[in-house]
């Protein structure tokens, strides 16, 4: 899930996009975010396949386990998410599996909400977050973008796909909504602890008075989806793959409608903690033989985010 910058880009609307994803529009959106292990994802472990390209730069304890865990919301189609069968699907766990191959281990998805994945990491629940997140300073630094203050340590990012920030509505009923600003006097649907909480906040200072924009906050966006489905509220908001993914496959593509253009194009990261660098070089130099071979444009270009696709990971390259 994107996060909040200081300064607000705005990116093309990715229509080319929106057509790749209805691709996958026949698997059903599900999954909770309940901190447990999901089985769908799981592995049985064991030492790692030592004869992988790059198994040697794991860490040892990670090359004995065979295993790195990941925190992830497994609620963000079609990003990560569950299939019919309850099996964990979409862009990350596809680009965890390519990388799996070339460090010889297995990336265990571990279900969680979004906002508590960075503890999860500092608790060492997980070994890295692979969730739709954004790198940014705050969290390069553990600083609380609401408070300005420091809250943790901070994680860093291997980096590896660009996205913006949608908003969509009801389908042929869009409130005359087309920008930020047309949401006072609205109703918002977001995901808490995401950038799309973050730029209503920061628009809901700028309304003048009698206009309010009220900001209903979720722990998945599913929950968001199914209170503007419902009439709820006047919009929701998510991530640029994860709208134009609803849009296209909610109802048959009969129930919302994108609105206006992406802002906050800012890079999805792979969150590992700073004091594990030899697992964040690992993850990186894996990233970069999974794009060198051709299997990153496919994956992408799967899941309809090909428009977003890096030339090449880099670490922490977020402002």
Do not use: H
Request: glycine share 10%.
């Amino acid at each position: 899930m994107t996060a909040f910058t200081t300064r607000r880009t705005t990116a093309r609307a990715r229509t080319a996009a929106v057509a790749a994803i209805a691709v996958a529009g026949a698997l059903i959106l599900t999954g909770c975010g309940d901190q447990t292990k999901d089985d769908g994802a799981k592995s049985s472990g064991g030492a790692s396949d030592s004869s992988a390209p790059l198994a040697s730069k794991l860490p040892a304890e990670i090359r004995s386990a065979g295993v790195i865990k990941v925190g992830s919301d497994i609620a963000y189609a079609p990003v990560e998410f569950k299939d019919a069968s309850g099996k964990v699907v979409g862009l990350d766990p596809d680009l965890a599996a390519a990388m799996g191959k070339q460090l010889g281990v297995k990336f265990e998805f571990e279900n969680g909400t979004f906002d508590a994945l960075l503890t999860g990491i500092r608790s060492k629940r997980y070994d890295i977050s692979m969730s739709a997140m954004t790198d940014n300073k705050n969290r390069q630094d553990g600083v609380d973008p609401d408070t300005g203050k420091k809250v943790g340590e901070g994680v860093d990012f291997v980096d590896y796909l660009t996205a913006g920030v949608s908003i969509y509505t009801r389908k042929g009923d869009t409130e005359s909504i087309t920008t930020w600003a047309d949401l006072c006097g609205k109703k918002l649907a977001v995901e808490r602890g995401t950038v799309s909480e973050d730029l209503a906040k920061a628009e809901a200072k700028k309304c003048p008075s009698g206009k309010k924009l009220t900001i209903e906050a979720f722990d998945d966006d599913q929950q968001s989806q199914t209170r503007l489905r419902a009439g709820g509220v006047d919009a929701a908001s998510s991530d640029f793959p994860v709208a134009a993914y609803a849009v296209k496959t909610s109802g048959a593509g009969a129930d919302f409608e994108l609105v206006g253009e992406q802002v906050e194009a800012a890079p999805y990261g792979i969150a590992v903690s700073k004091e594990n660098t030899q697992l964040r070089d690992a993850i990186q130099a894996a990233m970069n033989a999974v794009i060198k071979s051709g299997e990153y444009k496919k994956i992408l270009t799967k899941w309809g985010a090909e428009e977003g696709a890096v030339t090449e990971s880099v670490v922490n390259g977020g402002k």
